[in-house]
């Protein structure tokens, strides 16, 4: 039962941020019920939605004095339940945080609060021949507070790296309204222990970044984009493995499966991907001109030998959109087919991902459960969506126990159960499969040194 917040706090804080950016109505309230994993929701006391850093540390003053929880929020798109409420706890939202305080084109610096969108950032760098390279499938909505919290990757983060290879300074307000700063200026060496690797993925349990500080580069010269079509998943996967193994560099390397053409050719989003096919490839390659042609045969045969019935390849930019739109528009075909849908996100080494994807097939079969896979196939970091309705609460137990099954699976061929999505509420059942007692100690003290009284983001990640 969640709980209203007293008068005098609600006050308190409106006087901080204005009265329209404290929300305690019931009904405006269910917006903020759940993130992108639906499965939990849990109506907050309130929302409070600050300007400025000025404005963050007041209000965490106030709310750390009264002992409430702390939900830090972005845009919500978040797979792990990292922004799901408490009942007893107040969501500090930073949807007002949207403005890119500068870009330093000479540095390839650019400042930004938290609450700007992912692809704004790199349409604001554009003019200077720049880009942000971390690329989440969802870049048109989530912010860059939730990027930085969840160390988020994307398709291309195969070739660049994820969120933490790019921020190099933050602005954070602790739990009790503290101001500190990290890093800053670009520079790479940490003065000590690099405090801004360590908050980078720390899932709102250390601080709220109100000002990130991250490295943009320049923008390719040339690019190059396939589509492989094959019969199978597994030999999609096959052409995957033999790809990397033979030194090529792909930007990145994309998989949908057979479940996930039909749904998108069926939506509004239809890309061309024929719909008798079992899996699809999207292979990129981006860098100088000279040798991308090379790399883009190289790939194609690749692809042929493990036995693609036929590979496309973009032959203009409106070419590259549309042979990207089946991976991109994915997620939002899948509400066809259920009402709801459980992103699952583990990573397994890439030689394995052939019979991991076999068994999971399997282990949908067990416990009645469609399931569509589209994934980052290049580094091993697989998406199966399990779809289902969660007003069947039969339906909502196979899915938790075949997600369990799932992760179990993937920690025993080498993998881990996360691979850019974070911990959150929906994996920290599973953290012991992958850390011993003395590793759970240490995240628990780490996070006691950034928050000694667990106000922020409880439940979260570790217990
Ligand atoms: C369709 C779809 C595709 C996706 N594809 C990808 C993908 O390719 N790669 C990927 O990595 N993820 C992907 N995601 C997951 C999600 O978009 C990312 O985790 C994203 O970084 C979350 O950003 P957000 O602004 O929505 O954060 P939220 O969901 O609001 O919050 C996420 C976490 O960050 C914390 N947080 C938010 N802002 C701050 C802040 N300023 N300071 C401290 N903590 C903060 C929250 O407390 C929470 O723990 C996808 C999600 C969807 C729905």
């Known amino acids: 039962m969640t709980q209203t917040l007293v008068p005098t706090v609600a006050d308190r804080l409106r006087a901080i941020v204005g009265s329209d950016h404290v929300i305690t109505q019931p009904d405006r309230l269910v917006a903020y019920e759940s993130d992108g994993l639906t499965a939990y929701r849990v109506a907050p006391r309130a929302v409070v939605l600050p300007e400025t850093t000025e404005q963050v540390s007041k209000v965490l003053e106030v709310l750390h004095g009264e002992g409430i929880d702390v939900i830090p929020r972005g845009a919500g798109t978040g797979l792990s339940g990292g922004a799901l409420p408490s009942s007893d706890g107040v969501i500090v939202g930073t949807a007002r945080m949207n403005r890119i305080l500068s870009i330093d084109d000479q540095n390839r610096l650019a400042t930004v609060q938290p609450g700007v969108i992912n692809a704004r950032l790199t349409k604001a760098t554009e003019p200077y021949g720049l880009y942000y390279a971390p690329d989440p499938a969802s870049q048109s909505a989530c912010t860059l507070g939730g990027n930085v919290a969840e160390n988020s990757g994307g398709p291309h983060c195969l070739k660049y790296g994820v969120t933490s290879r790019y921020v190099t300074g933050l602005t954070v307000v602790m739990a009790d309204g503290e101001v500190v700063r990290f890093g800053g200026a670009g520079l790479e060496a940490a003065a000590g222990l690099d405090l801004v690797g360590l908050f980078v993925g720390s899932e709102g349990c250390f601080g709220i970044a109100t000002e990130i500080e991250v490295r943009l580069l320049p923008k390719a010269e040339g690019v190059r984009t396939l589509l492989g079509l094959f019969d199978t998943m597994a030999a999609a996967g096959h052409a995957v493995t033999d790809i990397i193994s033979s030194g090529l560099m792909p930007a990145a390397v994309e998989i949908v499966d057979h479940a996930t053409i039909v749904a998108v050719e069926a ?151 996360t691979g850019e999505h974070g911990v959150g509420i929906d994996k920290r059942g599973y953290m012991p499969l992958v850390h011993n007692e003395v590793e759970l100690e240490m995240l628990r003290r780490a996070r006691w040194v950034f928050d000694p009284g667990g106000n922020l983001n409880p439940g979260k990640v570790v217990q």
């Open 267 to 417: 939506s509004v989003f239809a890309a061309g991907y024929p719909t008798d096919a079992g899996a699809a490839l999207v292979i990129e390659f981006d860098g100088t001109e000279a040798g991308l042609d090379d790399d883009a045969n190289r790939a194609e045969q690749c692809c042929l030998a493990a036995g693609a019935i036929e590979v496309r390849r973009a032959a203009s930019e409106e070419e590259r959109i549309g042979l990207w739109k089946g991976r991109k528009k994915a997620f939002g075909a899948m509400g066809r087919i259920a009402p709801d849908l459980l992103v699952q996100d583990a990573t397994v080494p890439r030689t394995r991902l052939p019979e991991v994807l076999a068994r999971i097939t399997e282990i949908g079969e067990e416990y009645g459960l469609n399931i569509a896979n589209v994934f980052h196939a290049g580094d091993g970091n697989l998406h199966p969506n399990i779809l289902f309705d969660r007003q069947n609460q039969d339906e909502l137990e196979r899915v938790e126990r075949a997600s369990r099954e799932i992760m179990t699976l993937c920690v025993s061929v080498g993998g881990t159960i």
